[in-house]
Structures are given as structure tokens and as C-alpha cells.
T-cell receptor, first 110, second 116 residues
């Protein structure tokens, strides 16, 4: 079973700061997913990537397959980015192949 | 499209009671899953379905039953509620698996369940 570790567990930053959240996994994967969970509880899929880098607005996700590591970056952070960010490693198959990290709780202060 | 809907949003049960958490999606997704989310732990898969009439167990299936009679609906049944089942439950749907890739999931808003 894949082991997925996220760091940091908690992060508080000031508005405008560049944010980095890290995710490492123990077993080779077919894809890495990043999710966002807002304080209200809803979960939204942000990225799915298997190599390189993807960008959506101020969010950038990168993955290094050799090092078994992915990062989620937020540029020009804003209080509305405050949420829990979850990475999930997919080792194959369907939902049974997903292993979720415990999440990074991000707070952006104005 | 309503996306993925779940009912109820909140529920309190007594130990031993049974209930069904409802989940429906209107995106014609073949793949549906149920997760539970507990403090300090990642999402854990309870049961999943790759299409109508097909279900399988996930990581933590004990105490739960599912069925998939239609593409749209995937209810989760608690047979005899226990305090250990106090959790937040999420239903999710996705496109069918293509070439071994598992595409993004669309999550419902969650059901917060307390078992006394």
C-alpha cells in the first residue's frame, strides 16, 4: 500500500505570499491528484498529473516521478485560498488505487 | 447539472439504528465511490461501483452495504450504527477508467453523521 505524506500539516501565511505544499509517496504511481476542501466541507478536484507541471490561474502543481514527490504552489495568495489541500496518489485500478494524504490546513491572513 | 447530491446533510443516530445515506449524480458517470473522513486521517474508501449492478469493497467496508441499481444512484446503508461510524461521509463520481488512468472525481457536499 502506498504511503502518502504531506507537509506541512498546518501553514499560516500573509496575503500575497508564495505558498508551497509538499506531497511524497512511497510507491510508483500512475497519477497524482490535488484536491481542495473548503471550511464548509466541500471537496473539489484541482489537478491530476502524471508528469511535469500543470497551471490553473494562481495554482501550479508539479511532480517529480523519480523522486516520488509533488508540490502545489499558490502565487499571490489570498484569504479565499484558505482551505485544506489534499494530495492523493493513484497506483492503478479505480478508486481502490487511491491513497490520500492527511491534508495541509492553509490559512491566509489579510 | 446538479452534480453529485447527498442527503441528509446531518444525521444523529442511536447505537443499533440503521439508516441509508443517499447519493445521486446527473453526469452519467459510471464510477461512484463512498468515503469516510475522520479527524487526523485521510479519506478512506468504503465501497465503490464501476457501473450499475457492480459494487466492490474498499478499505473499510465493515458495517456498510451498498447497491447500484441505476447509473444515477449509489446509496450507502448502515446496518447497525456504532459510535465508531461517527464521521463525515462523502460520495464521489467519476468518468469510467480509460487506459488505466483514473480521472478526477466529483464530490458531493458530505453527510455529517453522529452515532450516540
Amino acid at each position: 500500500k502506498n504511503e502518502v505524506e504531506q507537509s506541512p500539516q498546518n501553514l499560516t501565511a500573509q496575503e500575497g505570499e508564495f505558498i508551497t505544499i509538499n506531497c511524497s509517496y512511497s510507491v510508483g504511481i500512475s497519477a497524482l491528484h490535488w484536491l481542495q476542501q473548503h471550511p464548509g466541507g466541500g471537496i473539489v478536484s484541482l489537478f491530476m498529473l502524471s508528469s511535469g507541471k500543470k497551471k490553473h490561474g494562481r495554482l501550479i502543481a508539479t511532480i517529480n516521478i523519480q523522486e516520488k514527490h509533488s508540490s502545489l504552489h499558490i502565487t499571490a495568495s489570498h484569504p479565499r485560498d484558505s482551505a485544506v489541500y489534499i494530495c492523493a496518489a493513484h497506483s492503478g485500478g479505480g478508486a481502490d488505487g487511491l491513497t490520500f494524504g492527511k491534508g495541509t490546513h492553509l490559512i491566509i491572513q489579510p | 447539472n446538479a452534480g453529485v447530491t447527498q442527503t441528509p446533510k446531518f444525521q444523529v443516530l442511536k447505537t443499533g439504528q440503521s439508516m441509508t445515506l443517499q447519493c445521486a449524480q446527473d453526469m452519467n458517470h459510471e464510477y461512484m465511490s463512498w468515503y469516510r473522513q475522520d479527524p487526523g486521517m485521510g479519506l478512506r474508501l468504503i465501497h465503490y461501483s464501476v457501473g450499475a449492478g457492480i459494487t466492490d469493497q474498499g478499505e473499510v467496508p465493515n458495517g456498510y452495504n451498498v447497491s447500484r441499481s441505476t447509473t444515477e444512484d449509489f446509496p450507502l446503508r448502515l446496518l447497525s450504527a456504532a459510535p465508531s461510524q461517527t464521521s463525515v461521509y462523502f460520495c464521489a463520481s467519476s468518468y469510467s477508467i480509460i487506459q488505466g488512468a483514473f480521472y478526477e472525481q466529483f464530490f458531493g457536499p458530505g453527510t455529517r453523521l453522529t452515532v450516540l
